[in-house]
């Protein structure tokens, strides 16, 4: 069975900082999607970003980017010149890309707080 | 398009009442899905539909039902609420997918409190 793992329950960035946060997962698929969910105190959750594991380009969005390392299944997410709104729990997911696979695979998460 | 939508926002239950939890969404998603979040827990899976008519079981299905009769609707039933299953509750949907990826679309929660 497939596992996400977030080792950083809390992290701390100063407001225009970079900071990094860690997922690792455990899987014996070969293919797959990972994502990054973001929280913030309303309880939606948003998509940050997403990769595809064929893919060796690491995603970016705007001030988001990943660092995929498929040989180590790793996959950190570095959120750059960080905004007073980064501030939120963060979630890694991992879903199979086996066809009609729906359910997805969620990190515990990480808790980001950018202060001023 | 309002997306996915849950109803109520918040819910205070007594042990051993039941109670349903509705999700709708506008979108004419195949897939439709129910998690639970809990603290340091992340989101589970409790249970999931590809299609009006097929629903299947997730990670924690115990103590709740589902049925999915039309494309719209994903009610979740809690048979016989227990302290248990005070958690956030979040309904998301998504397109079926061929081979390309569709992002899964969340509702705002539904926050319950078993006493």
């Known amino acids: 069975a497939q596992t996400v793992t977030q080792s950083q329950p809390e992290m701390s960035v100063q407001e225009a900082e970079t900071v990094t946060l860690s997922c690792t997962y455990d899987t014996s698929e070969s293919d797959y999607y990972l994502f990054w969910y973001k929280q913030p105190p309303s309880r939606q959750m948003i998509l940050v970003i997403r990769?595809?594991?064929?893919?060796?380009q690491n995603a970016t969005e705007n001030r988001f980017s990943v660092n995929f390392q498929k040989a180590a299944k790793s996959f950190s997410l570095k959120i750059s010149d960080s905004q007073l709104g980064d501030a939120a729990m963060y979630f890694c997911a991992y879903r199979s890309s086996t066809s009609g696979t729906y359910k997805y695979i969620f990190g515990t998460g990480t808790r980001l707080k950018v202060l001023a | 398009n309002a997306g996915v939508t849950q109803t109520p926002k918040f819910q205070v239950l007594k042990t051993g009442q039941s109670m349903t939890l509705q999700c709708a969404q506008d979108m004419n998603h195949e897939y439709m899905s129910w998690y639970r979040q809990d603290p340091g827990m992340g989101l589970r899976l409790i249970h999931y539909?590809?299609?009006?008519?097929?629903?299947d079981q997730g990670e924690v299905p115990n103590g709740y039902n589902v049925s999915r009769s039309t494309t719209e609707d994903f009610p979740l039933r809690l048979l016989s609420a227990a302290p248990s299953q005070t958690s956030v509750y979040f309904c998301?949907?998504?397109?079926?997918?061929?081979?390309?990826?569709?992002?899964?679309?969340f509702g705002p929660g539904t926050r319950l409190t078993v006493t």
């Open positions: 998301a949907s998504r397109k079926q997918p061929g081979t390309s990826v569709y992002e899964q679309y």
């Open positions: 539909s590809v299609g009006a008519g097929i629903t």
């Open positions: 990769q595809e594991a064929y893919k060796q």
